[in-house]
């Protein structure tokens, strides 16, 4: 399965009717029941699966998975991640990028010098950032750097098209 994202995670179960705890990365941890089918990864292979219900539960959210009955059936999927396919997500406003889209990117100053390749993106709370692994050959013996996510500040722009990001950045940072 080529074209998914994960979006969570199943956690504990609850109950013993086979009920699941779900741990959501979307932004609004509800949204992720806004996204079907998921597919869950099963002995090795991914599996699309239905939901026949879902709640909120104290402060988090729990689902019902169809054909999953019982406290020993959900056991079986405790831990499984949640993809579902990524022509699914929504289309974002020009200049907004979805982090699996710069993932891999190559990363340049603006004076052209090489710092390497994004590898993932962390939240911080003020401002994200990026991961960048840094070539083997680099002159500063860098082997990562941590870019905040500033848009025209930092960022000076990005392609992805071409997977490359610009930044205003010092090499020796």
């Given at each position: 399965?080529?074209?998914?994202?994960?979006?969570?995670?199943?956690?504990?179960?609850?109950?013993?009717?086979?009920?699941?705890?779900?741990?959501?990365?979307?932004?609004?941890?509800?949204?992720?029941?806004?996204?079907?089918?998921?597919?869950?990864?099963?002995?090795?292979?991914?599996?699309?699966?239905?939901?026949?219900?879902?709640?909120?539960?104290?402060?988090?959210?729990?689902?019902?998975?169809?054909?999953?009955?019982?406290?020993?059936?959900?056991?079986?999927?405790?831990?499984?991640?949640?993809?579902?396919?990524?022509?699914?997500?929504?289309?974002?406003?020009?200049?907004?990028?979805?982090?699996?889209?710069?993932?891999?990117?190559?990363?340049?100053?603006?004076?052209?010098?090489?710092?390497?390749?994004?590898?993932?993106?962390?939240?911080?709370?003020?401002?994200?950032?990026?991961?960048?692994?840094?070539?083997?050959?680099?002159?500063?013996?860098?082997?990562?750097?941590?870019?905040?996510?500033?848009?025209?500040?930092?960022i000076k722009h990005i392609d992805i098209t071409a997977r490359l990001i610009e930044?205003?950045?010092?090499?020796?940072?």
């Open positions: 399965m080529d074209s998914s994202i994960v979006v969570g995670r199943l956690g504990a179960v609850y109950g013993i009717k086979g009920w699941l705890k779900v741990n959501s990365f979307t932004d609004n941890p509800e949204s992720i029941f806004d996204y079907a089918p998921w597919f869950i990864m099963d002995k090795g292979m991914w599996r699309e699966i239905q939901l026949t219900g879902w709640k909120r539960h104290n402060n988090g959210l729990i689902c019902k998975i169809d054909g999953v009955d019982s406290r020993e059936d959900a056991q079986a999927l405790t831990g499984a991640d949640i993809a579902v396919l990524s022509d699914q997500l929504p289309a974002l406003p020009k200049g907004d990028y979805y982090w699996r889209d710069l993932i891999g990117c190559a990363v340049v100053t603006t004076k052209g010098y090489q710092l390497g390749t994004v590898s993932e993106l962390m939240e911080t709370g003020s401002n994200d950032v990026l991961v960048v692994q840094a070539n083997l050959n680099d002159a500063f013996g860098m082997k990562e750097r941590l870019i905040p996510f500033i848009d025209e500040q930092v930044v205003d950045w010092d090499p020796g940072f």
